[in-house]
């Protein structure tokens, strides 16, 4: 094991202590799930950045066609995915005790982070739609950059032209200008570290991709 | 019987004795009025979530965090031990 994956395991303990244990201002309705912010929201930054390595990887399987470049670009999608599981399923519990709800339809970003999950559930369905490994690769590369570049309109374009219970919308104060800076000091941290794990899941689907491809193509073609 | 009653039990511990005014969110936007509709239940289980300020909830939600990385990181290991197999039996074939 390389020495950055013990540094996140240290990191993250540190940053699921503090955020237990940091002293944050009272907040009515939300209390004491403000601290689900060290969580949820970098849940979904984890998310973006996988989806982005996915996108850099498809495209230079459409220059190069080297198959490690679609085994890295399915594997990134993969861990996105996790991570969009994740943060659904945080946002779904922390709404259902302070928005009184476990989903609403009025609430434009919940919606279509579901929706660009579903987006990525059609490209799974895609990738074990072909048995032949190129026609695989050079489509599903085409249709995961169609993925990946509907993610901002999802996530920021859309959700920001609504009325929506997360901030940063329209109708509600931006992120900036409710968060207090207590919050920050484990917030930014949080996300780094949560998008280091990523890394890290990534770096594991990776390898395990790879050995299945080396692994059939040994038993195709024995040396 | 024992299991009966304890299927019993934990149904309930997730309905809400009290009954929650359905909120309309296909038609209507609620966002100006959501502090009102805070109800959080007389269930065990929305009473133990909302005691303590809603520290629960985050306890919830890295657990969530934490059984979603372990089921598939399980999934993975048991995938890579499989294929492990595999190479072992083509290599001893060869």
């Not at chain 2, 048991?78 to 074939?93: A, G, V, Y």
């Amino acid at each position: 094991m390389n020495l950055w994956k013990y540094l996140i395991i240290v990191w993250m303990s540190l940053v699921i202590i503090g955020g237990f244990l940091i002293q944050i201002p009272f907040i009515p309705v939300l209390e004491q799930t403000a601290r689900n912010l060290f969580f949820h929201v970098p849940m979904w930054m984890a998310m973006y950045t996988m989806f982005l390595i996915s996108f850099y990887h498809s495209i230079n399987y459409l220059r190069k066609a080297n198959w490690s470049d679609d085994i890295k670009a399915q594997a990134a999608a993969q861990t996105g995915f996790i991570f969009g599981i994740c943060g659904l399923m945080t946002g779904s519990l922390w709404a259902r005790f302070t928005w009184g709800t476990w989903w609403t339809f009025a609430e434009p970003k919940m919606n279509l982070a579901a929706l660009a999950l579903m987006i990525y559930v059609a490209y799974f369905m895609l990738r074990s739609a072909f048995d032949e490994p190129k026609k695989r690769a050079r489509i599903t590369a085409v249709y995961n950059i169609f993925a990946v570049s509907t993610i901002p309109f999802l996530l920021y374009v859309v959700p920001r032209q609504l009325t929506s219970l997360h901030p940063g919308a329209d109708g509600n104060p931006a992120f900036s200008e409710i968060t207090a800076a207590e919050l920050r000091f484990i917030l930014y941290p949080a996300m780094v570290g949560f998008i280091a794990l990523s890394c890290w899941v990534y770096n594991i689907t990776y390898r395990a991709y790879r050995v299945k491809y080396i692994s059939e193509q040994t038993i195709r073609n024995p040396l | 019987m024992y299991i009966i009653q304890l299927l019993f039990i934990v149904s309930n511990m997730f309905q809400d004795s009290t009954e929650i005014i359905p909120i309309d969110t296909l038609s209507k936007v609620y966002s100006d009025k959501w502090i009102t509709t805070v109800n959080q239940g007389e269930g065990f289980f929305a009473s133990f979530m909302s005691s303590n300020n809603l520290i629960f909830v985050v306890l919830g939600v890295t657990l969530i965090i934490w059984t979603v990385l372990i089921v598939y990181l399980t999934r993975v290991d048991k995938r890579i031990t499989m294929l492990e197999n595999q190479l072992n039996h083509s290599s001893n074939e060869a």
